[in-house]
């Protein structure tokens, strides 16, 4: 039996502090207690975002934060314009499809990102009240230029909504500086803590793009915004799994947030070392996320069952590729915890299995060409 | 510093054996061991609804199952009879309005239960397509008749759906023999569970009273439907909850079903004999339920503060009355792990600060009382 290690771009590993803290007390979300660790995740969340707005915390996995900022901001025949590249970005096309908004779907082939001047003229063209993108699209592991494509939805007057799933507390990202309205995270990525707590962030000024209340619901902002005020959520909120967040956001601010991201920058750039070395190519076509290592599966050797060999031979999860993509990558990921050195072992493994399926290389090339850039990497003076 | 009890009618106590399942293992939700968690749940829960229907997953609280059933069954201008005896009640109306229901509210005051008669009128009057119930109404302590009202419910035509989100593993329900098509759940309640997944048993002659496919939504039944029959889930699911489920369910088939109910009813028991014994009334007026005991504060001494107090200067976590109700009732649940001694301490906390506030009483009448309820419990041949 292997004690499974998580290199999965979300859920991620959970460290023990986080499971621990998750369990080791019980309250009652109307209770002093509780309202301070509301505090506690709102505060620590709007340093992650960098807004000054408000955190709403929803029972849900991150796909209902998506949903709930489409019910909150789309309105029947509202023009949106979605930026997709990957399968996160068409949720938010298929979200705003069913609550009815007039889509315009500007898309580009998986693993590429977009063109700045092509947004530009889908803007004008389509003049949306909404744009939707996405930063981390893990399902192909490119990251987007949220800073630029924001810039541009609000010189248009849009609303820009940005799913942050995979980039909070990962790569930097800076919620008012960049004029982004609605921005959503979940527990279960760079927050370290289990499934089940998303997290919404809602600029100050955005709050004029929120419908007007629409009855009880769910997912109705005004409802959750009330009670935000009041240190609290409407539902019974997943509390173990928020004790988990609160833990993390302490780790996180022990660690400081920019050597968070320089973290997670060291370990993409050694786990890119070693898939390179073993003459992989990576799928995203340009900027690589910080958050995983998505890797075209060679077609020169059998890869099928790959993933689950790495799960039950070397106790390693990893994921494989979503929809098109299933069969045709794996999909490294390094959020949270992780640390470059843990994915020389990952990396490794998945030599070995496809050495075993003909791989032509000698066994520790990939750990070899990772322990070179994490050593130019610490070096001072040398790029990392 | 206490360790915290939690006697409140959901949240409830977390056994350390549910508490060390979450964490004690991570997984992915596209694997093998996630196929295994959710048909254990699966199969366990049909057992607790007592159906041969499909048991949907949700990342939800309580509220967000209930919203996701009327998303699903719900059409504009649809007809609904809600029968409302509380703010679980109401909650159905405020949902089905936000769907545009056509919403008749027949509501009786809270604590009260229905009479069958009075439904059978309002039946006839409304012909509704779906009639919405509460088995146990969580905000003032009653426990409805919901195999009447449901067989009512089904002989006017109407989708039965209730909220059964305090009784499942506390009071005997069974699903299919009563005609209940929808019927919903959460983790925090009898499974013993953290919060964080919410379960709706669909009744297999259910699927043809949800509505077609709307697009794609969080809550659409049949995308959750697609997942289940191939033992997963859409979204990525609470997974360290569900852990904890899978072991709740081990625990309540060890000590069997029957025996669960007969434990939560003498816990009720012997909860209700110390309040008598206390001179202090249930509010509910007639059929309170085996999940909690809800007291009407006495009018003769002051109660302000009472709950905090309990928890502060005793550890016992009790609930307050909600909305109308605050200030006017507390709750002491018994939901899940709790035993009846386990009631004593607290009746006695309870009893202690109330006679420092002038309630006429000798210590120990909680406690006397209540060992005498369980001692004739015992005893084999008289009344429990």
Redesign the interface.
């Known amino acids: 039996m292997h004690?499974?290690a998580?290199f999965?771009p979300?859920?991620t590993?959970?460290p023990l502090a986080m499971?621990?803290a998750?369990?080791s007390?019980?309250?009652?979300?109307?209770?002093p207690e509780f309202t301070k660790l509301h505090d506690r995740i709102h505060s620590g969340l709007q340093s992650l975002f960098a807004t000054g707005g408000r955190i709403l915390m929803l029972?849900?996995?991150?796909?209902?934060a998506m949903?709930a900022v489409v019910a909150n901001v789309v309105e029947p025949d509202d023009t949106v314009l979605v930026l997709a590249a990957g399968k996160y970005g068409r949720?938010w096309a298929?979200?705003c499809?069913?609550y009815r908004a007039d889509v315009r779907l500007h898309e580009v082939p998986d693993g590429a990102t977009f063109d700045a001047a092509a947004v530009e003229r889908a803007l004008r063209d389509a003049r949306p009240r909404h744009l939707f993108l996405t930063h981390c699209e893990t399902s192909t592991g490119a990251v987007h230029d949220v800073r630029t494509l924001a810039a541009l939805g609000r010189e248009y007057g849009a609303t820009v909504v940005a799913d942050t799933m995979t980039s909070i507390a990962v790569e930097p990202f800076h919620m008012d500086d960049w004029g982004v309205d609605f921005a959503v995270t979940?527990s279960?990525k760079g927050l370290m803590s289990?499934?089940?707590?998303a997290f919404v962030a809602v600029g100050d000024q955005a709050w004029e793009r929120v419908r007007p209340a629409?009855?009880?619901?769910?997912w109705n902002f005004h409802i959750l915004r009330a009670s935000a005020l009041e240190s609290t959520v409407?539902?019974?909120?997943?509390?173990?799994?928020l004790f988990a967040v609160g833990a993390a956001l302490d780790a996180i601010e022990a660690e400081g947030l920019t050597q968070v991201w320089e973290r997670h920058a060291r370990s993409a750039a050694v786990c890119r070392a070693g898939v390179g070395a073993l003459g992989l190519e990576l799928f995203p076509r340009s900027a690589p996320s910080n958050a995983l290592t998505a890797v075209r599966l060679p077609e020169r050797v059998r890869t099928d069952g790959l993933v689950e060999e790495l799960?039950h031979r070397f106790g390693f999860?990893v994921?494989g590729g979503q929809g098109g993509l299933k069969g045709r990558i794996v999909r490294v990921g390094h959020i949270g915890a992780v640390t470059p050195l843990q994915l020389m072992p990952v990396l490794t493994a998945l030599e070995m299995l496809l050495l075993e399926r003909g791989l032509d290389r000698r066994p520790g090339t990939a750990s070899a060409a990772m322990a070179g850039e994490l050593w130019d990497g610490l070096a001072p003076g040398r790029a990392a």
Chains 1, 2 share one sequence.
């Open positions: 004690d499974v998580m999965t979300g859920p590993h959970i499971r621990m998750s369990i007390r019980l309250t009652h979300h109307r209770s029972p849900a996995s991150g796909t209902g949903e949720r298929e979200l499809r069913t979940a279960h289990p499934p089940g707590a629409q009855g009880y619901s769910y409407p539902n019974t909120p997943p509390t173990t799994t799960h999860r994921a």
